[in-house]
């Protein structure tokens, strides 16, 4: 059996690097305090970050629409799959990030993952396509760029300078400038206001994956275009609603021309099964908590825990890169102490996954530490005491 052998050599390979991972299982909903394996841990690790995952009034829509639209699709978008569900949920995400962009229209979709091969293959469609990626971009973006029959050129983390010389030497006929707009291994933001300047100088598209930005950046949550203040036909906004919108699926918005483009070429848009309706049916009610006063008050909330976790963390060894968003990492360095720190965590009951290449660049593992609206003070206070107190051994 040479074929088992040449996999089993790889699994072997993974292990011996401590890149094995493990999937643990949760036996409650996602929330701070779960059931994981068994036992009751309090949790630090989900994209949930206003804490609607399990929000009562969330979860009871989703009931609801499954029992207005029953539980499957039945057939793709373009076939008979297409809901009222969809598309009540489509005008909603519009209007929502209309300031943002001119003549919006949104395209929902059944994951993040797919919108961004979509964005990606729809607009760089043609091989005299360029597409310029940030470094650190999310995979489904780099797995989108493989995917078009543009060119790629990737420019290194955060250098709009690099970037600038790159689209001064390109010659093509299409340039698509594509970065996550908070990274999601550091927290991070990308130097927006810049990069649209430098995209409507040189014709680009700018598209901005904004995954762990919807819902919490910006005083409305509309995300990191509302939080810089920018309005260009130039933006492709995407937005997932598997993270801050609790629940599953992303969007597209963008003029209505580039969404009507998607509708008409995009693979992962056309062939695939439309998700369930009721999903789009319980996101209209994410949709109302994130715009309403709910929202507003669990993004002050969120805000106070980044600003606690802060104050109270008093590293020296581990590096802390700068973050103001809920992604808060500590890099440790090499796989197995992140590994052992993480386990160290988990003896405590506290649950906070640590993150190995190829997931992030090589000697920079580290924990991932994500806040939630669904956190109090008391967890986080927790959290950073074990953590000073482990660094310290
Ligand atoms: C999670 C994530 C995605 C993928 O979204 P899914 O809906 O989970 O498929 C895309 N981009 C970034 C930056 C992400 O963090």
Redo the contacts with the bound molecule.
């Keep these: 059996m040479d074929l088992l052998a040449n996999v089993q050599g790889k699994l072997a390979a993974l292990e011996a690097q401590s890149l094995t991972r493990r999937r643990r299982i949760a036996q409650s909903p996602c929330a701070p305090q779960q059931t994981v394996d068994g036992r009751a841990m309090l949790a630090f690790c989900s994209?949930d970050y206003l804490g609607l995952a399990a929000h009562p009034r969330v979860v009871e829509a989703l009931r609801e629409g499954a029992s207005l639209y029953g539980a499957g699709s039945g057939a793709s978008h373009l076939i008979s799959g297409h809901s009222r569900a969809h598309a009540l949920l489509e005008d909603r995400l519009a209007a929502f990030v209309a300031p943002n962009l001119v003549d919006a229209r949104a395209l929902y979709f059944s994951?993040?993952?797919?919108?961004?091969l979509a964005v990606l293959t729809a607009l760089g469609a043609d091989a005299d396509a360029m597409i310029f990626s940030e470094a650190l971009n999310?995979a489904?973006?780099i797995d989108g760029a493989r995917l078009a029959r543009a060119g790629v050129s990737v420019y290194p983390h955060g250098d709009v300078a690099a970037l600038a010389a790159q689209l001064e030497a390109s010659s093509a006929a299409t340039k698509i400038v594509v970065t996550?707009s908070?990274f999601?291994m550091d927290g991070d933001l990308a130097p927006l206001p810049e990069l649209l300047a430098l995209c409507e100088r040189h014709g680009a598209w700018l598209v901005v994956?904004d995954?762990?930005g919807f819902g919490v950046l910006g005083s409305k949550g509309r995300g990191a275009l509302e939080h810089c203040a920018l309005r260009s036909p130039n933006l492709v906004y995407?937005g997932?609603?598997?993270?801050a919108a609790g629940v599953?699926?992303?969007f597209i918005a963008a003029h209505a021309s580039v969404i009507e483009l998607m509708v008409q070429r995009a693979r992962p848009y056309i062939y695939t099964t439309a998700s369930p309706p009721a999903i789009a049916h319980a996101l209209l009610t994410s949709l109302d908590i994130i715009e309403g006063e709910e929202g507003a008050s669990l993004r002050a909330h969120l805000a106070a825990l980044i600003a606690q976790l802060d104050d109270e963390l008093a590293l020296t060894r581990w590096q802390r890169p700068v973050s103001h968003t809920p992604i808060q990492p500590i890099v440790i360095g090499a796989n197995d102490e992140a590994l052992r720190v993480a386990a160290g965590l988990h003896a405590q009951g506290l649950w906070v996954p640590a993150i190995r290449p190829p997931t992030v660049p090589a000697n920079t593992a580290r924990l991932r530490i994500t806040l939630s609206a669904a956190h109090t003070r008391e967890q986080v206070a927790q959290l950073a005491a074990a953590l000073n107190q482990l660094e310290a051994m």
């Design positions: 994209n994951t993040g993952y797919m919108a961004n999310h489904s973006l996550d908070v999601s994956d995954a762990h995407v997932t609603l598997g993270k599953s699926g992303a």
